[in-house]
């Protein structure tokens, strides 16, 4: 059966903290992996991540996969209140697109 | 740009009413997909839709759930008649066929069933 397991579930860290979040993922036809960041209303896109070993970066967030061991991990440096928020992997399958999600990670970012 | 296009945003029902969810995805996206989110499951994946023909609705959880897309701009979620088991945030999120862009989600239907 297909699976998207993220780690941790939840944590809080103090402001300037780095942060790293953690998914494998098991899907068959898999294509890309896929970070999306929750707030209070619609997942935005973060990364997409297709070969292994290639860093994306974006201002204080950086992603890698590793398509061997199967696992991607989201890292965000210099933390500030503004990155709280549930951090959403998904596994992209399949010909049509269809996204399988993780549980999230939610993080707490305090002052 | 105008992102993914949800009403309502919110929909507040007694249970055994009708309950429609409408859609209309990013102009020139031809790919709908219908996810519902609880605190419990999270999101999954309803239903989705290419070229506004349905590829696999083997999300939809019973036959009280039905989607349409009559056209690539508009999108239906219905469900007939409504449980309270049902109340959830129902997101709708559209993209290119085969391309490497991502999914781009709206801001959601958060649905409370009495």
């Known amino acids: 059966e297909d699976k998207v397991v993220q780690s941790p579930l939840s944590l809080v860290v103090h402001e300037g903290d780095t942060v790293t979040l953690n998914c494998s993922y098991e899907?068959?036809?898999?294509?890309?992996l896929l970070w999306y960041k929750q707030e209070k209303k619609a997942p935005t896109f973060l990364f997409m991540l297709?070969?292994?070993?290639i860093e994306k970066k974006s201002g204080r967030l950086s992603s890698i996969l590793d398509k061997k061991e199967l696992f991607s991990i989201l890292n965000i440096t210099a933390t500030q209140t503004g990155d709280s928020a549930i951090y959403l992997c998904a596994a992209l399958e399949g010909s049509w697109g269809k996204l399988q999600f993780g549980a999230g990670t939610q993080v707490v970012v305090t002052p | 740009d105008a992102g993914v296009i949800q009403s309502p945003r919110h929909e507040v029902t007694e249970m055994g009413q009708e309950v429609t969810l409408r859609c209309k995805p990013i102009s020139g996206h031809n790919s709908l997909f219908w996810y519902r989110q609880t605190m419990m499951r999270g999101l999954e994946l309803l239903i989705y839709f290419n070229n506004n023909v349905p590829i696999d609705d083997s999300g939809m959880p019973e036959d009280r759930f039905s989607a349409k897309m009559p056209n690539a701009s508009f999108s239906t979620l219905k469900i007939q008649p409504s449980e309270p088991r049902d109340s959830a945030v129902y997101f709708c999120a559209s993209s290119l066929f085969n391309s490497n862009q991502p999914q781009h989600f709206g801001d959601g239907t958060r649905l409370s069933i009495l």
């Open positions: 297709t070969s292994s070993g």
């Open positions: 899907v068959t036809n898999f294509r890309s």
